[in-house]
């Protein structure tokens, strides 16, 4: 998966605690993404990043939030986590080559 | 805004089937269209791309060709085989030419293989 990394792999939830997902490359792009997937909706897009210490909103941003410190990393955070987000996400970064993006693994969240 | 349509599955064929799997969109530029391939357990692996109008991406015997009049990317193989049972998407780039494209997904057609 062209060194696309998450952790973690799989997490429960009660409603209303919080956690950080986070997604690192061992590439050098510039721009990471991340998605979740919910069965018969396809990939939409949370947030995503276009270099270090830029973040912006994507499709569905409510309910999270992310930071772009470093270059490789990019996290997503649940402050307070709903049943709503109980979904598959995965993290992707630019590929190198146009238009192209490469995929992690995912990580599976259920939230009770 | 951008949006992709793709057919209702789940499918479901034999061994050495000809698959097709259509996939319409709407956009108001001159995006790159993308079909990604999601295995069980694993995330998504681009199949393949088309950029402009007319071209036609392959790849492992899958191809699409970017129908601009018809605003279409079927996706087709001549004989599909067990090995491609998987979930496939259709995608858009936003911003068609630039390599921080935002991708806008079809909702995923489930294709499973019987020997």
């Known amino acids: 998966n062209a060194g696309v990394t998450q952790t973690p792999k799989f997490r429960v939830l009660k409603t209303g605690q919080s956690m950080t997902l986070l997604c690192a490359q061992d590439m050098n792009h510039e721009y990471m993404y991340w998605y979740r997937q919910d069965p018969g909706m396809g990939l939409r897009l949370i947030h995503y990043?276009?270099?270090?210490?830029?973040?912006a909103k994507g499709e569905v941003p409510d309910g999270y939030n992310v930071s772009r410190l470093k270059k490789q990393n990019f996290l997503l955070g649940l402050e307070s986590a709903a049943p709503s987000q109980t979904s598959v996400y995965f993290c992707?970064?630019?590929?190198?080559?146009?238009?192209?993006?490469?995929f992690g693994p995912g990580t599976r969240l259920l939230v009770l | 805004g951008n949006s992709v349509t793709q057919m209702e599955g789940p499918v479901t064929l034999s061994e050495e089937a000809f698959l097709t799997i259509n996939c319409t969109y709407t956009a108001t530029g001159y995006p790159s269209l993308f079909w990604y391939v999601q295995y069980p357990g694993e995330g998504l692996q681009l199949l393949l791309k088309?950029?402009?109008?007319?071209d036609k991406g392959s790849n492992k015997g899958f191809e699409a060709t970017y129908r601009k009049e018809t605003t279409s990317f079927h996706l087709e193989k001549g004989s599909v085989q067990v090995s491609d049972s998987a979930v496939y998407f259709c995608?858009?780039?936003?911003?068609?030419?630039?390599?921080?494209?935002?991708?806008?997904f079809g909702q995923g057609t489930i294709l499973t293989v019987h020997p």
């Open positions: 992707a970064i630019d590929g190198d080559f146009q238009e192209t993006q490469y």
């Open positions: 995608a858009l780039s936003e911003m068609g030419g630039t390599s921080y494209g935002k991708l806008t």
């Open positions: 088309a950029t402009k109008a007319d």
């Open positions: 990043s276009v270099g270090e210490g830029t973040t």
